[in-house]
T-cell receptor
Framework: AQTVTQSQPEMSVQEAETVTLSCTYD???????LFWYKQPPSRQMILVIR??????QNATENRFSVNFQKAAKSFSLKISDSQLGDTAMYFC?????????????FGTGTKLQVIP | NAGVTQTPKFQVLKTGQSMTLQCAQD?????MYWYRQDPGMGLRLIYY???????DKGEVPNGYNVSRLNKREFSLRLESAAPSQTSVYFC?????????????FGPGTRLTVT
């Protein structure tokens, strides 16, 4: 079974600074997807960024980028120029395809506080 | 498009009462999912439906039943609520095509069982 570990329950960062959230996973699969989801106080789960395991290039979305180390099974999220609106819970998620169904395993989350 | 909608947003039940959480999506997605979110435990899959007419157990199915009423709707039923079912419940959906493979989530239902 896959496991996803987020070892930082809480983090804080000053506004405009950069912060990195860590995520490691355990799998024997070679083809899979990794995601970072953001959950602000509104509770809505919002996709931040995705990475396909077969792609060597790290994904980027504006101020958000990942450091994907497949051999080390590591998938960290870097937030540059942190903004107050980035305050949220962040969940790392692993997904493999099982026929037409996708099994998704979530980490326990990192609570990020951006300090003005 | 409304995306994934859930009703109700909040609910308080007494132990032993029953209720149904409703979920609907307007994105023509085939797969639908029910998760529960508890502090310090991330999201755990309760049940899923890979396509209309099929349902399967996830990681924590005990105490729940589901119905995939049609392609749009996927409901979760608590037959006899217990305090251990106090949680936030999320419905999600995903289609079978597209490069992204991510799930789209509803806004959640906060359920308290006293």
């Amino acid at each position: 079974a896959q496991t996803v570990t987020q070892s930082q329950p809480e983090m804080s960062v000053q506004e405009a600074e950069t912060v990195t959230l860590s995520c490691t996973y355990d799998t024997s699969e070679s083809n899979y997807y990794l995601f970072w989801y953001k959950q602000p106080p509104s509770r809505q789960m919002i996709l931040v960024i995705r990475q396909e395991a077969y792609k060597q290039q790290n994904a980027t979305e504006n101020r958000f980028s990942v450091n994907f180390q497949k051999a080390a099974k590591s998938f960290s999220l870097k937030i540059s120029d942190s903004q107050l609106g980035d305050t949220a819970m962040y969940f790392c998620a692993f997904m493999k395809l099982l026929g037409g169904y996708q099994k998704v395993t979530f980490g326990t989350g990192t609570k990020l506080q951006v300090i003005p | 498009n409304a995306g994934v909608t859930q009703t109700p947003k909040f609910q308080v039940l007494k132990t032993g009462q029953s209720m149904t959480l409703q979920c609907a999506q307007d994105m023509n997605h085939n797969s639908m999912y029910w998760y529960r979110q508890d502090p310090g435990m991330g999201l755990r899959l309760i049940y899923y439906s890979a396509s209309e007419g099929t349902t399967d157990k996830g990681e924590v199915p005990n105490g729940y039943n589901v119905s995939r009423l049609n392609k749009r709707e996927f409901s979760l039923r608590l037959e006899s609520a217990a305090p251990s079912q106090t949680s936030v419940y999320f419905c999600a959906s995903r289609g079978i095509s597209g490069p992204s493979y991510e799930q789209y989530f509803g806004p959640g239902t906060r359920l308290t069982v006293t």
